[in-house]
């Protein structure tokens, strides 16, 4: 007996070695392209150039001095505007609509369900030169809103999907009360079930935020003053006919993820629950 529990506990203990060796080699793996990022935002373009995987010789930070420039910190407010304006509005838009397709008992519902999650189906690049022509049309072309609109659309039925199974997992009682206490429909979509829906709106909000922060092919197209361009587009500037200044290049990516970690290293329970409880289920 004393020997089969000596063999039992080795056996544990050997497992669970191996785990915490397995999760160090996973976590080294995925967190080497951010220290990449970081040692290599130190070199100068003649250092990178000599010494590209190890930690920088001397400490330079002319790279911090060109990404902090007023110019390239203009990008970074043009980025923030349009993924937190275009983030608020999915969450408004794609709630709304899960809302009904969760609780409305209406014929046309189900339908339209599908029909909006249809649209994870279509890739967004095939809509370029119709969206293109339509902001011309209507005066939005070269405007930060002309972006808003397009990256909304985008991200509106893979939200409707998250969001439309977390609220059928919503508990029924509580509206039921809230009627009988004279709740209107809105009242309870306000007060109960979108306090209730945090971990999905934590998943929509941190995706569509990342998905808007890092497009670059809509706003490459949609947008031609240098004042009103992103990040993504800001990026380009270190882009020079015969050379690239890839440390600089490296410094601008490292900065321009630290929002977008940020959020993510915040809400990272949220979305996790919100995928697991949420789009998992029903």
């Known amino acids: 007996m004393r020997e089969n529990g000596e063999k039992w506990f080795l056996g544990d203990f050997i497992f669970s070695r191996f785990i915490y060796l397995f999760c160090i080699v996973i976590a080294i793996i995925t967190g080497f392209p951010l220290l990449f990022l970081l040692f290599n935002s130190f070199k100068s373009l003649p250092e990178y150039m000599q010494n590209i995987w190890f930690i920088p010789k001397k400490i330079y930070l002319g790279n911090y001095v060109l990404v902090l420039a007023p110019a390239f910190l203009r990008y970074f407010i043009n980025s923030l505007i349009v993924s937190v304006c275009g983030v608020l509005l999915t969450i408004t838009v794609a709630s709304l609509m899960s809302y009904i397709f969760a609780r409305f008992e209406i014929k046309v519902a189900k339908p339209l369900y599908f029909l909006v999650i249809a649209g994870m189906m279509i890739p967004i690049h095939t809509t370029l030169i119709p969206v293109y022509t339509l902001s011309h049309q209507i005066g939005f072309y070269d405007h930060l809103i002309g972006l808003i609109g397009p990256y909304v659309s985008f991200n509106i039925p893979i939200s409707v ?37 945090v971990p999905a709106i934590s998943t929509v909000g941190v995706y569509t935020f990342l998905n808007m922060w890092n497009e670059f092919i809509y706003a490459l197209v949609l947008i031609d003053t240098p004042a009103r361009k992103t990040l993504s587009l800001g990026v380009r500037d270190f882009y020079g006919f015969q050379t690239i200044n890839i440390p600089a290049v490296l410094t601008a990516i490292l900065v321009g993820s630290l929002p977008v970690l940020t959020f993510y290293f915040i809400a990272q329970d949220k979305v996790i629950n919100g995928l697991t409880q949420g789009a998992v289920k029903g």
Request: with cysteine; net charge neutral.
């Open 161 to 197: 999907f998250i969001m439309t199974q977390f609220f059928k997992e919503c508990p029924k009682e509580l509206e039921e009360a809230a009627t009988i206490d004279g709740g209107g429909k809105f009242l309870i979509y306000r007060k109960i079930i979108m306090p209730l829906s």
